[in-house]
């Protein structure tokens, strides 16, 4: 049965806004999106690099170093390794900046809200 946390009330957490949050040792990215509340583990698997900051458009959300896109309820990988930054890069050059590693979804949790506040599950 999972484990429920607290991780603030509901205006905490704007709709398209990702927030960071801690929860029992981990960082994880919330955001109130079209669909309701979804909530990512805030780590890119390209890079083991942090989403916290990335852009949230549609309820996908860009990694803020090299732009790997995915959908904040699903997890699921959109777009992988698109440039550095604000540049994007031909095709040939995003699979050299990739390393050879192949696109993958990020963890997603389940996000519950009662009365106000949002609560973070974990298995």
């Known amino acids: ?21 801690k929860v029992n040792g981990t960082s994880i990215v919330v955001a109130q999106t079209e669909n309701g509340y979804c909530a990512v583990e805030n780590r890119c698997p390209h890079m083991n690099l942090p989403l916290a900051g990335g852009k949230l458009e549609d309820g996908i959300i860009s990694c803020p170093f090299h ?46 809200e009662e009365d106000g506040e949002l609560y973070i599950e974990i298995a």
């Open 67 to 112: 732009n790997s896109r995915f959908d904040m309820c699903s997890g699921e990988n959109v777009d992988w390794v698109q440039g550095v930054g604000p540049v994007k890069l031909p095709g040939v050059m995003r699979g050299v900046l990739s390393f050879g590693k192949k696109a993958q979804p990020i963890e997603t949790y389940t996000v519950v």
């Open 1 to 21: 049965m999972p484990q429920r946390f607290s991780i603030g009330k509901t205006d905490y957490f704007p709709s398209g806004k990702p927030k960071a949050v």
